[in-house]
């Protein structure tokens, strides 16, 4: 079964460093997305990502984050000066359509020291 | 806006007893509606979805029926299993969308005794 990949699985970084979170979305997938989850509770979307642009983002995705899709296979997501409150579990997903549901990626726990 | 509200955990049932977990969503026109479940130390799972109202979806014994009239989509199982200890995250995705993003409810942990 097609899989979502994630890499690193952990990340460990101190505040004020960049980091990039790395994702292999499903080959034949047009849409992607990151989500973060802190203390394994509530899942919060960050940014959809379609035609090589964003689609949508939330309010937590300010100006300390980006992503791109570099060459057409890799979807990155950037911090460039990571704070405390940026550890958390991220989430690449990826889908064909809204009614099949996402497909996740095992995740990156990024803990920021 | 779109919201989804979960019933509230930590849920502690024995093995082989009936699971409900409620769901409630609140969404103009008709968003499809997903269960995701996470198992300790892994990355979400898509369980189960509906797409229309009376939809029943169902995966691994697990069942949930998107209910237009009352908003809900609660998940249910006959005789769970100490395996299906997890978490468990009910969904929207936006109306009339191809592909929007989707709202998750806070989470239900369930812990399944032997």
Redesign the interface.
């Known amino acids: 079964e097609p899989e979502v990949t994630q890499t690193p699985s952990h990340q460990v970084t101190q505040m004020g460093q960049e980091v990039i979170l790395r994702c292999v979305p499903i080959s034949n997938h047009?849409?992607f997305?990151w989500y973060r989850q802190i203390l394994?509770?509530?899942?919060?979307?960050l940014v959809?990502f379609?035609n090589n642009e964003i689609s949508?983002k939330?309010e937590i995705f300010d100006d300390q984050f980006s992503v791109e899709r570099p060459d057409g296979s890799n979807f990155t997501l950037k911090i460039r000066s990571t704070k405390l409150e940026d550890s958390a579990m991220y989430?690449c997903a990826s889908?064909?359509?809204?009614?099949?549901?996402?497909?996740?990626?095992?995740?990156t726990r990024l803990t920021v020291v | 806006g779109n919201s989804v509200t979960q019933m509230e955990g930590p849920v502690t049932l024995s093995e082989e007893a009936f699971l409900t977990i409620n769901c409630t969503y609140t969404a103009t026109g008709y968003p499809?509606l997903?269960w995701?479940v996470?198992y300790p130390g892994?990355?979400?799972?898509?369980l189960l979805?509906a797409?229309k109202a009376d939809d029943k979806g169902s995966n691994k014994g697990f069942e949930a029926t998107y209910r237009k009239e009352t908003t809900s989509f609660h998940l249910e199982k006959g005789s769970v299993q100490v395996s299906d200890s997890a978490?468990y995250?009910c969904?929207l995705?936006?109306p009339n969308?191809?592909?929007?993003?989707?709202?998750?409810g806070?989470?239900t942990t369930l812990t399944v005794k032997p």
């Open positions: 047009l849409y997305y394994g509770q509530k899942v919060e979307f959809s379609y949508e939330s989430f889908l064909t359509d809204g009614t099949y549901g996402y497909t996740f990626g095992s995740g | 499809s997903f995701y996470q892994e990355g979400l799972q898509l979805k797409t978490v995250f969904a995705t936006r969308t191809n592909a929007g993003k989707s709202t998750f806070d989470g």
